[in-house]
């Protein structure tokens, strides 16, 4: 802050004046003294005074209109009215219009005069401290604001990672688990935007149920989830309980809570012969709802053990043929008003992370694990040094 107090006088009596310089220099304040109010704002304009004195009869200007430039040039200045007695009526508009911190009568009595240009300067002072710790806070507030949002980013990367590798867990025991579940978890989200699902949570939610959906397969045992040919009944009856194990998995976890809804339902059918709870309609959740017409476009369009992938087109046929049995309708309407190269671009996205992931040596899904496990039987190294394969970094 600035040390030194300096004061402006204003009075066109020079006699006055320079009485009023005296007092204030006797006082021990800067003192800049002006006989015309036009040469006082000048002075206003070339440097900052913390307070000003102005008789309220001059000439050229009223004391009002003086005081209302004055205050336009440095707000901030404390400003004390000097005047005669019979004059005080007409600063009446000055006052009213809070241009003034005080009103002092002429002839003045000193102690009185000087006790109130000091309470100016400190007035001043409180003010300014005031506006300094103001400042500091704004830019405290600020500061903290972009934390926040970093560590908003920070969580939601973190929880993304966390999610990722949840997925890629079923990977050692299922193949390509996650590669199916993060196109299939976009796919969702996707099929929700086109229906107008605009709110955040609400799309994240969706997003991670999808990508979930099928989490409590780790529960189901080898015997059953690796069997190559059909399950018999008691076997389908386990494989049947994994979206109840995925959704009791993640009620443990506080923040995928309304996403366990999506996983407990997602083998639901529109028509209410899915399972475990045999739901129809909108008794399945949207989310639930959209990601079976996801799971089936992916299924279709994905190469499997026993066939090829079929075509965009041949999969639309598909869809559309179950749609209001096995699949919502809206779902299915809102996928197909969509472009295959919409689809294609997700696709294409999931596909350039998962090569990324293997240039990188992130957890290696199961295909590229029996990849580096066939090279390292070939070459009968132990599988904890596992050498080199084509396109992998270990
Ligand atoms: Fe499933």
């Given at each position: 802050?600035?040390?030194?107090?300096?004061?402006?006088?204003?009075?066109?009596?020079?006699?006055?004046?320079?009485?009023?310089?005296?007092?204030?220099?006797?006082?021990?304040?800067?003192?800049?003294?002006?006989?015309?109010?036009?040469?006082?704002?000048?002075?206003?304009?070339?440097?900052?005074?913390?307070?000003?004195?102005?008789?309220?009869m001059m000439p050229g200007m009223t004391g009002a209109e003086f005081l209302s430039q004055a205050k336009g040039l440095q707000p901030e200045t404390i400003r004390i009215l000097l005047t005669a007695a019979h004059d005080f009526s007409a600063a009446v508009d000055a006052i009213n219009n809070g241009e003034i911190f005080r009103i002092l009568p002429k002839p003045w009595n000193r102690v009185e005069l000087l006790g109130t240009v000091r309470q100016a300067f400190d007035t001043y002072a409180l003010r300014e401290k005031n506006r300094q710790l103001t400042a500091i806070v704004q830019s405290q507030n600020s500061e903290l604001a972009a934390l926040n949002k970093g560590l908003e980013a920070l969580v939601d990367e973190r929880t993304t990672n966390l999610l990722d590798g949840m997925v890629a867990v079923l990977d050692y025991r299922d193949t390509e688990t996650q590669w199916h579940s993060r196109r299939v978890s976009r796919f969702t989200r996707r099929i929700a935007e086109q229906l107008g699902v605009t709110d955040p949570h609400?799309?994240?939610?969706?997003?991670?149920?999808?990508?979930?959906?099928?989490?409590?397969k780790i529960g189901v045992r080898d015997a059953v989830l690796l069997k190559p040919g059909p399950l018999d009944t008691d076997e389908w009856v386990e494989m049947?309980?994994?979206?109840?194990?995925?959704?009791?998995?993640?009620?443990?976890?506080?923040?995928?809570?309304?996403?366990?809804?999506?996983?407990?339902?997602?083998?639901?059918?529109?028509?209410?012969?899915?399972?475990?709870?045999?739901?129809?309609?909108?008794?399945?959740?949207?989310?639930?709802?959209?990601?079976?017409?996801?799971?089936?476009?992916?299924?279709?369009t994905s190469d499997r053990p026993y066939r090829k992938a079929q075509s965009h087109d041949?999969?639309?046929?598909?869809?559309?043929?179950?749609?209001?049995?096995?699949?919502?309708p809206q779902g299915v309407n809102a996928f197909c008003a969509l472009a295959e190269a919409e689809w294609k671009a997700i696709r294409h996205d999931v596909e350039k992370i998962s090569l990324l992931e293997k240039e990188w040596g992130w957890t290696p899904p199961k295909r590229v694990f029996d990849q580096i496990r066939e090279v390292a039987m070939r070459q009968k190294q132990p599988?904890?040094?596992?050498?080199?394969?084509?396109?992998?970094k270990t």
């Open positions: 802050m600035d040390e030194v107090e300096r004061l402006l006088v204003v009075d066109d009596e020079a006699p006055i004046l320079h009485a009023l310089q005296r007092t204030f220099e006797a006082a021990g304040y800067e003192v800049t003294a002006c006989a015309d109010p036009a040469e006082a704002l000048e002075r206003l304009r070339e440097k900052p005074f913390q307070v000003l004195s102005a008789d309220y609400h799309l994240r939610t969706i997003e991670m149920g999808a990508l979930l959906h099928d989490i409590g049947r309980e994994h979206p109840h194990l995925g959704w009791a998995l993640l009620q443990r976890i506080e923040f995928l809570r309304d996403a366990s809804i999506i996983v407990l339902q997602h083998q639901e059918r529109f028509d209410g012969k899915g399972y475990p709870g045999g739901l129809a309609g909108e008794q399945i959740v949207l989310g639930a709802r959209l990601f079976a017409v996801a799971d089936t476009y992916d299924a279709i041949a999969a639309l046929l598909e869809m559309q043929r179950v749609s209001g049995t096995q699949l919502d599988i904890s040094q596992p050498p080199a394969v084509e396109g992998v």
